[in-house]
């Protein structure tokens, strides 16, 4: 897997909310959530139920797309990440700690708030940015 490129890395750890979409069968419903970035893995680290309508879609299908982006209120400071990723609801306690001391870095009161703790592998990220030059793009995929 190759490293995230740095303008990719930065923008990921300068926000901390995803907007994702998942579908199975037909079905299609979107979420926002916090999320930490686990760089080493590639992986955003989210806490949501399986029982929510977009948790019950990623455990019938873990192919999800999503979006990281700001709100600027010029175009020329336009900038977001678009991407794909397989969900997966970590099972494993040592995973899930591991996974939730990470995410707790970030979000501390995750610790009194129990919920389901997912990875969000990152397979292809596409970044934009309008700062350096117009409609600049950066391409990452896992298995380049």
């Known amino acids: ?15 901390h909310v995803v907007s ?28 949501t139920g399986k029982t929510t309508r977009h948790g019950r879609l990623m455990l019938l299908n873990p192919n999800i797309a999503g979006t990281v982006a700001g ?8 900038c977001g990440i678009q991407f794909a990723a397989r969900a997966e609801c970590l099972e494993a306690p040592a995973e899930r700690q ?11 009161i995750a ?16 970044y934009t940015s309008n700062r350096p030059v117009f409609a600049h793009k950066t391409h990452w995929r896992r298995n380049s």
């Open 71 to 78: 709100q600027p209120a010029r175009i020329r400071d336009i």
């Open 111 to 126: 610790k009194v708030f129990p919920s389901d703790i997912w990875s969000l592998r990152l397979e292809h990220i596409k």
């Open 20 to 47: 994702l979409a998942a579908c199975h069968d037909g079905e299609l419903w979107s979420a926002s959530c916090f999320y930490v970035l686990d760089e080493a893995a590639a992986r955003l680290i989210v806490l």
């Open 98 to 108: 591991v996974a939730l001391a990470l995410y707790a870095q970030a979000h501390p």
């Open 1 to 15: 897997m190759p490293p995230l490129p740095l303008n990719i890395r930065t923008f990921l750890a300068e926000h």
